[in-house]
């Protein structure tokens, strides 16, 4: 069993910028959304996977990932997945002993910006960086597959 242990965040200011070690470029689409579990295909760059995800709210969920053929993934986002697709640049910045992985969103979620945190264990303590905004783990507005369906540009209160 997989088990993700993340944190998520906004961001409060541009800080984070500064101290970027790499960076890639992100497209998403989700085949289903269920109340219980999301399945969903990603690109990054050159590589691209199939993952299932749990879809419990809070910091812990069940992960499983599998890699799978560009061509493959590609056709899938074409052809078979939930439009609007996620468009994303992640930049990886490390802070102390973490790598905090931040999402700058494009398309229709453009504007919007968050920082994650994956820990080894739940109540790992991490240090937050000074451009680190509120905590939002628990809104599930800024999960991936709820900005699928109601993304950012369509939201009242930002």
């Given at each position: 069993?997989?088990?993700?242990?993340?944190?998520?965040?906004?961001?409060?200011?541009?800080?984070?910028?500064?101290?970027?070690?790499?960076?890639?470029?992100?497209?998403?689409?989700?085949?289903?959304?269920?109340?219980?579990?999301?399945?969903?295909?990603?690109?990054?760059?050159?590589?691209?996977?199939?993952?299932?995800?749990?879809?419990?709210?809070g910091t812990e969920r069940l992960e499983f990932e599998y890699e799978i053929p560009l061509?493959?993934?590609?056709?899938?986002?074409?052809?078979?997945?939930?439009?609007?697709?996620?468009?994303?640049?992640?930049?990886?910045?490390?802070?102390?002993?973490?790598?905090?992985?931040?999402?700058?969103?494009?398309?229709?979620?453009?504007?919007?910006?968050?920082?994650?945190?994956?820990?080894?264990?739940?109540?790992?303590?991490?240090?937050?960086?000074?451009?680190?905004?509120?905590?939002?783990?628990?809104?599930?507005?800024?999960?991936?597959?709820?900005?699928?369906?109601?993304?950012?540009?369509?939201?009242?209160?930002?």
């Amino acid at each position: 069993m997989a088990l993700e242990i993340e944190h998520k965040f906004l961001v409060a200011n541009e800080g984070w910028r500064d101290h970027i070690q790499k960076s890639a470029t992100y497209k998403q689409g989700y085949l289903s959304s269920l109340p219980t579990s999301s399945i969903r295909v990603r690109i990054a760059d050159t590589q691209a996977w199939l993952n299932i995800k749990s879809a419990t709210i809070g910091t812990e969920r069940l992960e499983f990932e599998y890699e799978i053929p560009l061509a493959d993934a590609e056709q899938i986002l074409t052809m078979l997945c939930n439009k609007p697709l996620i468009e994303k640049t992640r930049y990886f910045v490390p802070n102390e002993n973490n790598i905090w992985e931040i999402d700058e969103f494009a398309g229709d979620n453009q504007g919007l910006v968050v920082a994650e945190i994956e820990l080894h264990e739940a109540g790992q303590h991490f240090m937050k960086p000074p451009w680190l905004g509120a905590e939002v783990t628990h809104d599930l507005r800024y999960y991936n597959n709820n900005l699928a369906i109601n993304p950012y540009k369509n939201w009242r209160n930002k």
